[in-house]
């Protein structure tokens, strides 16, 4: 081979010179694609670097590579992942084919659009044809569009496209699956396992045809997802290289092809097959066990009392123990959301209508066992009937409550099912009751047709760590007793002749589990800190200074979100000043003067009503008088709540937080009632104040409430429900529901960014803190404070020990480009299979 006059390279646009290695993007940083270098740009047009021709220019127009007359081929590429825009910010001024002067402009680009929605603005010029080159500056620093920046020697005699030789094997059609088509990263990873065999072979789109070892090649067809793809070859290794290589794009070329998996998915109900059956996740985890039939026995209730009065001492009677029992289920529970669905319980059977509708009926003659059921029965129907998955999940807890009542009048003793051991238990429907008196010595787990992701049994068995799924197929109920079931619950999935292989993983992975939750507790006091020494405060969520000792017991650095309303609830009438400022004061003395308090201002009203603050029933009271709205159209109940909670002042690091803020007014309103209770009070400095985010125009806003604010704690469950139009209770959209969502995600990364911008700190109090899963992509994203479940602090503590913050930052920024929740769960499962294997190589 002869080389041919050295070729001058020009900066294709300004900005920051960066060496390869510094790219956060390994194929990029490991030249799989091509050597070259990257910038950081100050302007917005990008330029030719040689003199060519336009040899493929992406439709999407973030790439484009340009062809010289001696056969040097360059590629620029502007940003990281902004394949994911489809052309969102980019406008192409060639097209290809077209000849090109150095110099001349090729696209320009909103910079500030693609910084804010792709992973990152680093544009690339690689040599991809492979010439050797050197560059004529230093290897950082500033530069100038056009000036001089690699001398690159090309080689003459080198065949750009071989022919083939002999006779092509052509594979069968496969259709591709990559989200983006075979852009720069995947068309890399695929040419550089071509160049791995002798073959001459080629990748065939209908009429077009490009060298499969040609990365300018295999862009320039064009790819999209759902085309069919030939893979051709000749030569010795032919057939090596076609079986090979249709693996690798059946893979998705070292992507994740999420997309093609989330599209087997359905929207509402996954369908089932023969050997498996699909429902939502109820509460995470799996088990290997034998299918148990469970079902509520038939009673036998007489309709005709032995008159009034004796009916009534039975009813009371019943109603009276099974009230002694609700609040011993209460005081065995662990956590607020178990102890708030028994007193819930309890506050059904003081129903004044459900007793006024018993009543009427043993006036009338009827026993009492069958005036209690009718009562309960007619009032669940009624709820299951309006449409409301609210009242829906109510009319299950009725449902619960008049079952314990019925049996007691009836004196039908309500014992625990007799389970074998390793039992998966299989019903239509499972009552709150049932499940929170489930052995789980036994019980491994449990499949349900009916209930939701967010019903009050999913609540309980996510916090006897029972795995779970609801909305099963009827045909679960005919599963025989004692057959082998494999529960997967995270992917809501119950497989009905699991492998051995299947097996063996989940024994392994459950008895890792087993032992890593043992770790984290005995670590429970070291500090949240990432490998690299970013500290992220981890807080607990709590409604109890019972649930403030048990977080501090756990190594919790604070309260990130304490429930006020929970001194407010199941009583007749407002607690008392002195009551509500005894307990925040005794909470802020456990907490010390070292930890943040954040008091969340009453959130009730619309589906939370009040029995002394009157209101009138509403259409949708999700969208009605509730939180921050409720508390300054009844003022007087904000201002006693402030006076209360300012009696903790000096006691602890304290905060006041006010929830369902959506207007700059409401905020403003709510400060000035606080200083005017302040300054009653002789106080000359106020705790910090901030808000909720948790309705959409105010994460829009974040920009204009940071400078009013001390602080923001998101609320990711309310975010979600209002960013995608779904009720959170909703059984069958559940799934869909999800808090992963990009749309909910980017809410999040834009209120982060606009809180730091004026130097305040952003928490999250929502349910995402509390899913590890969640944890590296709220790090990356730049939340500040992870406010989670009392008992899962221990493993988000040990989650982010785990992590490296520019590692959260890249994953963070990757997935705000994704379509769907599920997408970004399964770059996050993936993200995380790669720490804990990183994990495992530094721990060895």
Same mark, same amino acid.
């Given at each position: 081979m002869t080389t041919t006059q050295p070729l001058e390279l020009l900066a294709p646009l300004s900005g920051v010179l960066l060496p390869l290695d510094q790219v956060p993007d390994p194929v990029f940083s490991s030249r799989l694609i091509g050597d070259g270098l990257c910038i950081d740009p100050t302007s917005q047009t990008l330029c030719a670097p040689l003199a060519g021709v336009i040899s493929n220019i992406q439709d999407s127009g973030h790439a484009v590579s340009v062809t010289g007359d001696n056969g040097v081929q360059v590629l620029m590429h502007i940003g990281l992942d902004t394949v994911n825009l489809a052309g969102k910010g980019f406008t192409r001024l060639v097209e290809e084919g077209q000849r090109v002067q150095a110099g001349q402009p090729l696209i320009e680009f909103d910079a500030d659009f693609i910084a804010l929605n792709a992973r990152s603005l680093l544009t690339l010029m690689l040599v991809v044809s492979g010439e050797p080159f050197v560059l004529l500056t230093p290897g950082a620093g500033v530069v100038a569009e056009g000036q001089a920046l690699l001398r690159v020697t090309p080689v003459a005699g080198a065949d750009d496209v071989a022919e083939e030789e002999g006779d092509a094997l052509f594979s069968k059609p496969l259709t591709l699956p990559n989200a983006n088509g075979l852009h720069a990263r995947p068309a890399a990873v695929f040419a550089q396992a071509a160049k791995g065999f002798k073959a001459s072979i080629y990748l065939h789109k209908q009429t077009q045809s490009a060298n499969a070892k040609s990365l300018v090649a295999i862009m320039a067809l064009q790819t999209v997802q759902g085309d069919t793809l030939q893979v051709s070859a000749a030569g010795d290794d032919a057939d090596a290289a076609i079986k090979a290589l249709v693996a690798l794009l059946a893979e998705g070329c070292g992507e994740t092809v999420v997309v093609a998996h989330a599209e087997t998915v359905e929207p509402v109900a996954p369908a089932s097959s023969a050997n498996l059956l699909r429902g939502v996740c109820a509460s995470p985890g799996s088990a290997f066990g034998q299918v148990v039939q469970v079902a509520e026995p038939e009673l036998s209730i007489t309709e005709a009392g032995a008159g009034e009065a004796v009916e009534r001492v039975a009813l009371v009677s019943g109603l009276l123990q099974a009230t002694e029992a609700l609040q011993a289920l209460q005081a065995k529970a662990v956590g607020s959301a178990q102890a708030e669905i028994f007193r819930a319980h309890q506050e059904l059977l003081e129903d004044p209508t459900l007793l006024e509708q018993a009543h009427a009926l043993l006036a009338q003659g009827k026993s009492a066992a069958f005036a209690w059921n009718s009562a309960t029965v007619a009032t669940a129907t009624l709820f299951q009937g309006l449409g409301s998955a609210l009242l829906a999940e109510r009319a299950a807890d009725l449902a619960d409550v008049g079952q314990r009542v019925l049996k007691l009048i009836l004196g039908v003793k309500d014992s625990a099912w007799d389970v074998p051991e390793q039992a998966i238990l299989i019903a239509e429907q499972l009552t709150p009751s049932q499940t929170a008196s489930l052995d789980t010595r036994k019980v491994l787990g449990f499949v349900t047709?009916?209930?939701?992701?967010?019903?009050?049994?999913?609540?309980?068995?996510?916090?006897?760590?029972l795995p779970a799924i609801c909305g099963v197929p009827m045909q679960v109920l005919t599963l025989a007793n004692g057959r082998q079931v494999l529960l997967d619950a995270d992917k809501g999935e119950l497989h009905l002749s699991p492998d051995v292989a299947e097996i063996e993983q989940l024994q392994a992975t459950r008895q890792q589990q087993v032992l890593r939750r043992q770790r984290e507790v005995e670590q429970a006091s070291l500090a949240a800190t990432t490998r690299d020494g970013h500290h992220v405060e981890v807080t607990a969520n709590v409604a109890s200074l019972q649930e403030v000792e048990q977080s501090l017991a756990l190594g919790g650095e604070g309260v990130g979100l304490l429930r006020s309303e929970f001194l407010y609830l199941d009583r007749n009438r407002a607690p008392s000043p002195e009551e509500q400022a005894g307990t925040y004061s005794a909470i802020a003395r456990a907490l010390g003067p070292d930890r943040n308090l954040v008091v969340r201002t009453l959130d #009730? !009203?619309?589906?939370?009503?009040?029995?002394?603050? =009157? $209101?009138? @029933?509403?259409?949708?009271?999700?969208?009605?008088? /509730?939180?921050?709205?409720?508390?300054?159209?009844?003022?007087?109940?904000?201002?006693?709540?402030?006076?209360?909670?300012?009696?903790? #002042? !000096?006691?602890?690091?304290?905060?006041?937080?006010? =929830? $369902?803020? @959506?207007?700059?007014?409401?905020?403003?309103?709510? /400060?000035?009632?606080?200083?005017?209770?302040?300054?009653?009070?002789g106080l000359t400095e106020l705790p910090k104040l901030g808000i909720m985010i948790e309705v959409p125009s105010a994460a829009l806003m974040a920009d204009l409430f940071a400078p009013e604010v001390d602080f923001f704690s998101i609320g990711t469950n309310d975010l979600t429900q209002y960013t995608l139009a779904m009720d959170r209770d909703h059984p069958r959209l559940a799934s869909q529901a999800d808090s992963f969502h990009p749309a909910v995600l980017r809410l999040i990364a834009s209120t982060v960014k606009a809180a730091h911008a004026h130097g305040k700190w952003v928490g999250v109090c929502g349910a995402l803190a509390s899913e590890a899963l969640a944890v590296p992509m709220l790090i990356g994203l730049g939340v500040d404070e992870l406010s989670v479940s009392v008992p899962l602090i221990p493993t988000i503590k040990a989650t982010v020990r785990e992590l490296n913050l520019a590692d959260c930052q890249l994953i963070a920024r990757q997935v705000l480009g994704l379509e769907e929740a599920a997408q970004v769960r399964e770059a996050l499962r993936l993200y995380h299979a790669a720490t804990v294997e990183t994990s495992l190589v530094v721990e060895n």
């Amino acid at each position: 081979m002869t080389t041919t006059q050295p070729l001058e390279l020009l900066a294709p646009l300004s900005g920051v010179l960066l060496p390869l290695d510094q790219v956060p993007d390994p194929v990029f940083s490991s030249r799989l694609i091509g050597d070259g270098l990257c910038i950081d740009p100050t302007s917005q047009t990008l330029c030719a670097p040689l003199a060519g021709v336009i040899s493929n220019i992406q439709d999407s127009g973030h790439a484009v590579s340009v062809t010289g007359d001696n056969g040097v081929q360059v590629l620029m590429h502007i940003g990281l992942d902004t394949v994911n825009l489809a052309g969102k910010g980019f406008t192409r001024l060639v097209e290809e084919g077209q000849r090109v002067q150095a110099g001349q402009p090729l696209i320009e680009f909103d910079a500030d659009f693609i910084a804010l929605n792709a992973r990152s603005l680093l544009t690339l010029m690689l040599v991809v044809s492979g010439e050797p080159f050197v560059l004529l500056t230093p290897g950082a620093g500033v530069v100038a569009e056009g000036q001089a920046l690699l001398r690159v020697t090309p080689v003459a005699g080198a065949d750009d496209v071989a022919e083939e030789e002999g006779d092509a094997l052509f594979s069968k059609p496969l259709t591709l699956p990559n989200a983006n088509g075979l852009h720069a990263r995947p068309a890399a990873v695929f040419a550089q396992a071509a160049k791995g065999f002798k073959a001459s072979i080629y990748l065939h789109k209908q009429t077009q045809s490009a060298n499969a070892k040609s990365l300018v090649a295999i862009m320039a067809l064009q790819t999209v997802q759902g085309d069919t793809l030939q893979v051709s070859a000749a030569g010795d290794d032919a057939d090596a290289a076609i079986k090979a290589l249709v693996a690798l794009l059946a893979e998705g070329c070292g992507e994740t092809v999420v997309v093609a998996h989330a599209e087997t998915v359905e929207p509402v109900a996954p369908a089932s097959s023969a050997n498996l059956l699909r429902g939502v996740c109820a509460s995470p985890g799996s088990a290997f066990g034998q299918v148990v039939q469970v079902a509520e026995p038939e009673l036998s209730i007489t309709e005709a009392g032995a008159g009034e009065a004796v009916e009534r001492v039975a009813l009371v009677s019943g109603l009276l123990q099974a009230t002694e029992a609700l609040q011993a289920l209460q005081a065995k529970a662990v956590g607020s959301a178990q102890a708030e669905i028994f007193r819930a319980h309890q506050e059904l059977l003081e129903d004044p209508t459900l007793l006024e509708q018993a009543h009427a009926l043993l006036a009338q003659g009827k026993s009492a066992a069958f005036a209690w059921n009718s009562a309960t029965v007619a009032t669940a129907t009624l709820f299951q009937g309006l449409g409301s998955a609210l009242l829906a999940e109510r009319a299950a807890d009725l449902a619960d409550v008049g079952q314990r009542v019925l049996k007691l009048i009836l004196g039908v003793k309500d014992s625990a099912w007799d389970v074998p051991e390793q039992a998966i238990l299989i019903a239509e429907q499972l009552t709150p009751s049932q499940t929170a008196s489930l052995d789980t010595r036994k019980v491994l787990g449990f499949v349900t047709v009916g209930g939701g992701a967010t019903s009050h049994v999913a609540i309980l068995a996510r916090a006897l760590g029972l795995p779970a799924i609801c909305g099963v197929p009827m045909q679960v109920l005919t599963l025989a007793n004692g057959r082998q079931v494999l529960l997967d619950a995270d992917k809501g999935e119950l497989h009905l002749s699991p492998d051995v292989a299947e097996i063996e993983q989940l024994q392994a992975t459950r008895q890792q589990q087993v032992l890593r939750r043992q770790r984290e507790v005995e670590q429970a006091s070291l500090a949240a800190t990432t490998r690299d020494g970013h500290h992220v405060e981890v807080t607990a969520n709590v409604a109890s200074l019972q649930e403030v000792e048990q977080s501090l017991a756990l190594g919790g650095e604070g309260v990130g979100l304490l429930r006020s309303e929970f001194l407010y609830l199941d009583r007749n009438r407002a607690p008392s000043p002195e009551e509500q400022a005894g307990t925040y004061s005794a909470i802020a003395r456990a907490l010390g003067p070292d930890r943040n308090l954040v008091v969340r201002t009453l959130d #009730v !009203g619309g589906d939370k009503p009040l029995a002394y603050v =009157p $209101m009138d @029933s509403e259409t949708n009271p999700f969208l009605g008088l /509730r939180g921050i709205r409720l508390c300054l159209e009844r003022p007087e109940l904000l201002r006693e709540q402030f006076r209360a909670i300012l009696a903790s #002042v !000096g006691l602890t690091r304290l905060h006041i937080m006010l =929830p $369902m803020v @959506s207007l700059l007014s409401e905020l403003r309103l709510a /400060r000035k009632i606080l200083q005017e209770e302040a300054q009653a009070l002789g106080l000359t400095e106020l705790p910090k104040l901030g808000i909720m985010i948790e309705v959409p125009s105010a994460a829009l806003m974040a920009d204009l409430f940071a400078p009013e604010v001390d602080f923001f704690s998101i609320g990711t469950n309310d975010l979600t429900q209002y960013t995608l139009a779904m009720d959170r209770d909703h059984p069958r959209l559940a799934s869909q529901a999800d808090s992963f969502h990009p749309a909910v995600l980017r809410l999040i990364a834009s209120t982060v960014k606009a809180a730091h911008a004026h130097g305040k700190w952003v928490g999250v109090c929502g349910a995402l803190a509390s899913e590890a899963l969640a944890v590296p992509m709220l790090i990356g994203l730049g939340v500040d404070e992870l406010s989670v479940s009392v008992p899962l602090i221990p493993t988000i503590k040990a989650t982010v020990r785990e992590l490296n913050l520019a590692d959260c930052q890249l994953i963070a920024r990757q997935v705000l480009g994704l379509e769907e929740a599920a997408q970004v769960r399964e770059a996050l499962r993936l993200y995380h299979a790669a720490t804990v294997e990183t994990s495992l190589v530094v721990e060895n």
